[in-house]
């Protein structure tokens, strides 16, 4: 449906002064300060976030279409990158949209698949850096609905499957943005329009820029409903934290609970980066394809990460990691006091890979036996354990054994606190023999239940505390 102009769409939106010249009253949106919130609020607007630790990442766009290859080449960067790495100008890029015709996307599948692998939130890419909407929307004729044989938004119904199936739904969007006419490559050997990490805009244009970007994200945010605004692509240099202060105050205000990532601004450290840490905007860190050794202390954060070397789709990108990888990865995570977002790249046709699925359906299986201790669980007391992770909840110790000790014996660091009780989070009703001592120890059967992850509980008097935070054994 198209379309009116971006300058009209914003009229309700923003305080301007009036055709008299009397300028109208602030909006109380626009003025709002939404970073300045008490500590009580924040724990209430970030409470599901925390608990939910594991979350589909869910990269599509055009880029699925040519899927890593341009004319003959075989790119060796990210899919979604196809644009820049083949230095296609946007208009050439912008015909891929009449072969993306995905007839075999079904959102409740998606989302049932998710649920099976014990995720609780998606988030989707809303527009990458190539600029496509995979929404309906009114600004853009550059979008799913209006540019593509398929004519179905995405979005739409993967948001409307997430509250039918009980799960969030939430949204990626790149403030970068390549098919704009604001932005342009200034390097040599590149064409002005094929996109580049280090685009840049013409400066008198970065308003209407900033309010077409607002505008497709009241779309977004009132349509779609996200639980999660996850912006990227900020780290161009036009980009400032007072603009990012203002996006994120803008987006709060339409929704003043939704969640969002700290790459809305300069919070996070280099590409990989962690994250600067207070008076950046921002709900929690970004680290990507990294689990930080130590976590990051008192700061929200999520690790995202890809289950091959790309986030969109490549037909030729075998380099799967293991499902054995991946659980560790989610229980690292948790352990350190993070969520983990594990990434899919659907295909044109709107398929999960099946090595994707494969993958998915086994963190279920082990999800369903062991779900307690990652939903909710809190970080490990110790730094380290020899034999693998530990996570925490109320009083609880969760051992994730990677390792099984080859005389059955488990060590674990001093505790502070009592053992109650010891068991198999598989098998609960056999209790397990502690024998007292320094270090404690844990008598295991002979051999895993579960060779990737076997959870050992240990019941406490209180909840625990290490008796040195190092944790020697
Ligand atoms: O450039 C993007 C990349 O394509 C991908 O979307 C990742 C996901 O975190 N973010 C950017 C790089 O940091």
């Known amino acids: 449906m198209r379309k009116t102009m971006v300058s ?5 939106v923003f305080s301007l002064t009036g055709c008299g010249g009397e300028p109208e009253t602030a909006s109380p949106e626009a003025t709002y300060d939404y970073l300045n919130e008490s500590q009580e609020a924040r724990d209430q607007r970030m409470r599901w976030w925390r608990e939910a630790r594991f979350g589909m990442f869910i990269h599509w766009g055009l880029y699925a279409v040519p899927a890593g290859e341009y004319k003959g080449q075989r790119s060796d960067q990210v899919g979604e990158w196809i644009q820049s790495w083949a230095n296609i100008p946007r208009d050439e890029y912008a015909k891929f949209a009449a072969q993306f015709n995905p007839v075999k996307f079904n959102a409740a599948e998606w989302v049932g698949l998710a649920k099976e692998a014990g995720m609780q939130y998606i988030v989707i890419t809303s527009k990458h850096h190539d600029g496509f909407a995979m929404f309906d929307s009114k600004v853009s004729d550059f979008d799913i609905v209006d540019a593509t044989p398929f004519g179905r938004d995405p979005l739409a119904e993967l948001s409307q499957e997430c509250k039918r199936q009980g799960i969030r739904f939430a949204v990626y969007y790149s403030i970068m943005d390549w098919h704009h006419p604001s932005q342009y490559v ?23 820029y900033i309010d077409y970007m607002k505008a497709q994200l009241k779309e977004i945010v009132t349509q779609y409903d996200p639980a999660v605004l996850w912006f990227d692509g900020e780290w161009v240099e036009w980009w400032t934290e007072e603009d990012a202060k203002d996006l994120y105050n803008y987006v709060r205000s339409l929704k003043p609970e939704i969640i969002i990532n700290n790459r809305v601004g300069k919070g996070r450290m280099g590409m990989q980066g962690l994250n600067k840490g207070p008076g950046y905007a921002g709900d929690f860190g970004t ?104 996570t925490t909840k109320q009083n609880r110790l969760y051992l994730h054994v990677f390792e099984w000790p080859e005389n059955n014996r488990l060590p674990v660091p001093a505790l502070q606190n009592q053992v109650q009780r010891a068991y198999l989070l598989a098998a609960p009703e056999n209790t397990l023999e502690v024998l007292q001592g320094d270090p404690l120890e844990v008598v295991l059967p002979d051999r895993p239940l579960d060779p990737v992850a076997t959870v050992v509980v240990l019941e406490l008097d209180g909840s625990p505390k290490a008796a040195s935070p190092a944790g020697e054994i």
């Open 8 to 12: 009209f769409a914003l009229l309700g």
């Open 186 to 208: 200034d390097k040599e050997g590149k064409h002005p329009t094929a996109g580049d990490g280090q685009n840049k805009i013409y400066p008198e244009r970065k308003q209407e």
């Open 287 to 390: 680290p990507e394809q990294e689990i930080p050794a130590t976590g990051l202390p008192g700061v929200d954060w999520e690790t995202c990460m890809t289950m091959n070397d790309t986030w969109g789709y490549k037909s030729y990108d075998d380099n799967w990691k293991s499902a054995e990888t991946l659980i560790r990865q989610l229980i690292d995570a948790v352990s350190k006091g993070g969520n983990y977002l594990l990434n899919v790249g659907p295909t044109a046709e709107g398929v999960i890979p099946e090595p994707s699925v494969e993958r998915l359906k086994a963190i279920g299986r082990w999800m369903a036996v062991n779900g307690e201790a990652i939903y909710a669980a809190g970080p490990s007391p110790f730094e380290a354990v020899p034999w693998g992770r530990v």
